[in-house]
């Protein structure tokens, strides 16, 4: 009997450990397919690829990542599975002071449970009951009833010793503990996250630098030929409006770069102003590639335009669009345009140009799936910032519409 008990457990164990270096295999796999794609790395994709082949290992019913804040304040959803049915909210905040086990999580308090709802454990925590469990909120409670939500698994990453993420598994059923391979998966799969997280924000950083790397030279040109030219008095007005787009670009520049480890904090902004800063900005990326025979339009303009979020991100949005809607312009020629107003809650930016859209791709970019780097850093900040984008195809003419909440004050 006990020869054959011993076989079972070291069969069962052996079955275990196939399955999870299976698992971790088809995570790799994964990421280095999207490595190689034309497209560059997307954590989103990976995330909704990877995801679903774990499900059968905990009878899954929803995961998702969370980013921790830098003063540890807030958790920010940056992906979850499933994505349709709004399960999923990507960019809502939530106040990490009414989360019990995110407290736990980051050891901003001591456990004092007596383990009967929960298991804390040195790598994760695994809540068996989340209805009786006083780590769950009572909001969340509510949630999980409502998802059937039976079992929550909690799994916290690090770098360098520091908490930055969390990812979550909810199963339907009441798991009562995992397995050491199930928890090394997890964890696996998280550190492979991180790391193509951190090559997907390398990636948008450097693609964004174009604009305003091109605009600084030339208005870095424009300075010295006046500066050259003598006659600084006449010239100080236009040397100092000069001076100040160098000093915001850089400064933006060192905002990008930042950006691969923080995006700073939210803040109210008149949208307006953003945006006709960085048609200026495109203005002059414009004249650097030696475009012709495109007329630019500003106006009109809603003047009290104000929204909440990451001013790098905002800024992001406006250069993409802008860059993309210049390419889209015929050889011929056309007409680029810009304006804002108000629809309801919400503050709308619009962007115009000459050149027809596709179907096909109009569908494609409102899915989150358009071709190039510069409309997938859109989409995912626009959710980021709880904006959403329409795209309308005139006769010859293609307009995209962003909005944002307008901000409503405390």
């Keep these: 009997m006990a020869n054959r008990l011993s076989f079972v457990v070291a069969r069962k164990k052996i079955l275990s450990t196939y399955k999870s270096n299976e698992k971790k295999q088809a995570v790799v796999r994964h990421i280095f397919s999207e490595l190689g794609s034309r497209g560059g790395i997307k954590v989103m994709e990976i995330f ?98 409502v998802h059937n939500i039976n079992s929550i698994l909690y799994i916290p990453l690090d770098v360098d010793g520091d908490v930055s993420h969390v990812m979550t598994f909810d199963a339907i059923d009441q798991k009562l503990r995992y397995t050491d391979d199930e928890i ?35 208005f870095a040109r424009r300075l010295k030929t006046l500066i050259e030219q003598g006659g600084l008095d006449e010239s100080r007005e236009q040397i100092l409006r000069y001076a100040d787009i160098l000093v915001e670009e850089t400064s933006r520049l060192q905002e990008l770069a930042m950006s691969l480890y923080s995006v700073g904090e939210a803040q109210v902004a008149n949208l307006t102003d953003v945006l006709r800063r960085r048609f200026e900005i495109n203005r002059e990326a414009i004249k650097e590639q030696l475009k012709q025979n495109i007329t630019l339009e500003e106006g009109p303009f809603d003047e009290e335009l104000k929204v909440s979020g990451y001013m790098v991100h905002m800024e992001r949005i ?41 179907k096909e791709d109009r569908i494609k970019i409102l899915e989150g799936e358009g071709e190039g780097r510069g409309l997938y850093i859109t989409y995912r900040i626009v959710r980021l910032l709880k904006g959403k984008i329409d795209v309308v195809a005139g006769k010859d003419v293609t307009t995209f519409r962003i909005y944002f909440p307008i901000y409503q004050p405390s």
């Design 48 to 145: 909704n690829r990877i995801v679903p082949e774990l499900a059968d290992m905990v009878n899954l019913q929803s995961c998702a990542l969370f980013a921790i804040s830098n003063d540890l304040d807030r958790i920010i959803l940056e992906a979850g599975y499933p994505t349709d049915g709004g399960y999923h909210s990507i960019g809502k905040t939530f106040p990490i002071g009414k989360q019990p086990v995110f407290e736990i999580l980051l050891n901003l308090r001591d456990y004092r449970g007596d383990g009967v709802y929960e298991i804390v454990a040195p790598s994760y925590i695994l809540v068996v009951e989340p209805q009786k469990s006083r780590l769950i909120s009572e909001d969340f409670r509510r949630f999980c009833a």
């Design 318 to 358: 406006f250069d993409n669009l802008l860059n993309n809607a210049t390419k889209a312009i015929p050889l011929k020629g056309g007409v680029l345009s810009i304006r804002t107003y108000r629809d309801g809650d919400w503050a709308c930016a619009e962007i115009t140009n000459t050149g027809q859209i596709s």
């Design 184 to 218: 090394d998966t997890f964890l696996f799969l998280g550190r492979e996250l991180m790391k193509a997280q951190k090559i997907e924000r390398l990636d948008d950083a450097l693609h964004d630098f174009k604009n305003p790397a091109m605009a600084t030279a030339g």
